[in-house]
């Protein structure tokens, strides 16, 4: 199955699924990284890895719907089926999320639906709960919303600094994506309107 991953800055999400497909621990292409900045680390990463990277510039769009046309025709040419959102930090518009409904996923780094948006760990941190994790998730119309598939829950210790906390959480996640990819590349993943189901 043809994967594309999509990213804006760093790509340690990125990395760990071009590990996990290295060690076979994941069958899956990934066939194209899109990046809508041209400076994000994941591209060097892609590189690296030999795997086809583009950037799409979005301000050389007038319209949104113009971005994602141009987003569509690389996916399309790489026949691709399923976007896997990693740190990419743009809004896919309804449209969009439509015409590949339940090929989109994203991993958010707070337990949904507390703590959405950018700043999931530190959001978490600053409130002062005990406990935090990493959710992957399909994508939908709303931001962090759509059917949850994985969740791993994380202790907040005593005395924890906020980075610590980011790197246990990057660790999880590090783990959960491929998982998550691995189940929708076998087709192990049923959805019933908000639930998932795992087919073993
Ligand atoms: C991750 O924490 C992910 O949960 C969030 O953005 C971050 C991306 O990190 N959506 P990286 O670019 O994969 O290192």
């Known amino acids: 199955m043809n994967i594309a991953v999509f990213c804006s800055g760093n790509g340690t999400n990125l990395q760990a ?16 990284v899109v990046s809508d900045n041209s400076q994000a680390y ?13 950037f799409i510039d979005p301000a050389q769009f ?3 719907s113009d971005f994602e046309a141009k987003l569509t025709e690389y996916l399309m ?23 590949f409904r339940n090929k989109i996923i994203n991993i958010h780094p707070a337990l ?5 948006g950018s700043h999931g760990i530190k959001d978490a941190f600053d409130y002062g709960v005990k406990v935090t994790g990493v959710t992957v998730h399909f994508v939908d119309e709303k931001m962090d919303h759509g059917p949850i598939i994985l969740q791993q829950a994380l202790k907040i210790e005593e005395g924890q ?17 491929p ?4 189940l929708f590349t076998e087709g192990k993943l049923e959805i019933n309107g908000r ?6």
């Open 195 to 200: 639930k998932v189901k795992i087919l073993s």
């Open 62 to 64: 007038r319209v949104k």
């Open 77 to 99: 040419a790489e026949r691709i089926s399923l976007i896997v959102l990693a740190g990419f930090m743009r809004i896919l518009s309804s449209e969009f999320v439509m015409k």
């Open 17 to 32: 699924i071009i590990n996990a497909i290295k060690k076979g621990k994941l069958a899956a292409d990934l066939a194209l």
């Open 112 to 116: 949904l639906p507390s703590f959405k």
């Open 161 to 177: 600094t906020l980075e610590a906390l980011e790197a246990k959480i990057h660790k999880i996640e590090h783990k959960l994506y």
């Open 42 to 54: 994941a591209l060097k990463r892609a590189r690296r890895a030999k795997i086809k990277t583009v």
């Open 179 to 182: 998982e998550a990819i691995r």
